[in-house]
């Protein structure tokens, strides 16, 4: 599978934040990441309704939503009116995750399933088949520049084998951490879609970073 690049903007410059998604498109980045964060999820508050209209109205590459919000169905049709691509949302943020990937699915874009580092597998495996992918965070979810954390990798080997053996040409995104050093790791380990924040924004030259995570 081709390794998708999708830049996390929670890293990006506010001040500037048009210049730095043309910046990441123009570096080569396949899709925009957009963290939302409600402050309950996830002790802190990002970005939310406004700023994702003002990204997708320019931007030139997919706008990849990770939603860290407690009961995710509720912004689900909104985000979408406002140019999701594609929607990811946390098992662990909901009971009701086959609604919730309906609901996704209903407004005609990819659904996304995450799970924190210490969610097992296990208890996202049934809903594998309904989704077109799997977030496995590689850092507690929040914040961005955190250190990867190593025993994620073989979360990521479990989803690929169970991937392999449903036959499903199944995306594995990794999210937190990631750099020209754990790249390989997560690659290796199966992931395909690696999600990347300070290290592609703080890069002197980003189209150089993007490539090493390639
Ligand atoms: C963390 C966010 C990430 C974050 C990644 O909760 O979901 O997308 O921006 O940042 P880095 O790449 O800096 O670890
Ligand atoms: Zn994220």
Redesign the pocket.
């Known amino acids: 599978m081709n390794t998708i690049i999708s830049a996390?903007l929670?890293?990006a410059d506010f001040t500037d934040l048009g210049c730095d998604c043309e910046r990441a498109a123009a570096a080569g980045c396949d899709w925009l990441?957009f963290?939302i964060m409600d402050g309950l999820f996830?002790p802190s508050i990002s970005f939310g309704d406004p700023v994702l209209q003002c990204v997708s109205g320019i931007a030139e590459i997919p706008v990849d939503v990770?939603m860290?919000v407690t009961d995710p169905v509720r912004y689900v049709k909104r985000y979408a009116d406002f140019g999701a691509a594609r929607i990811t949302f946390h098992s662990e943020a909901t009971d009701d995750v086959i609604g919730t990937i309906d609901a996704i699915k209903a407004c005609g874009i990819p659904a996304g399933l995450a799970i924190k580092p210490k969610t097992p597998v296990s208890e996202i495996e049934k809903y594998i088949p309904l989704v077109d992918m799997v977030l496995v965070?590689t850092?507690e979810?929040?914040?961005?520049?955190?250190a990867f954390m190593p025993e994620t990798l073989d979360k990521i080997r479990q989803v690929r084998a169970l991937a392999d053996a449903m036959d499903l040409p199944l995306n594995i995104q990794v999210?937190?951490?990631?750099n020209g050093k754990t790249a390989s790791l997560v690659r290796e380990a199966g992931a395909n879609v690696l999600?990347?924040?300070?290290?592609l924004f703080a890069a002197e030259d980003m189209e150089k970073a993007v490539s090493s995570l390639r």
């Open positions: 996390s929670l890293a990441h963290d996830v990770h860290m965070m850092v979810p929040g914040f961005g520049g955190q999210d937190g951490g990631i999600v990347s924040g300070s290290y």
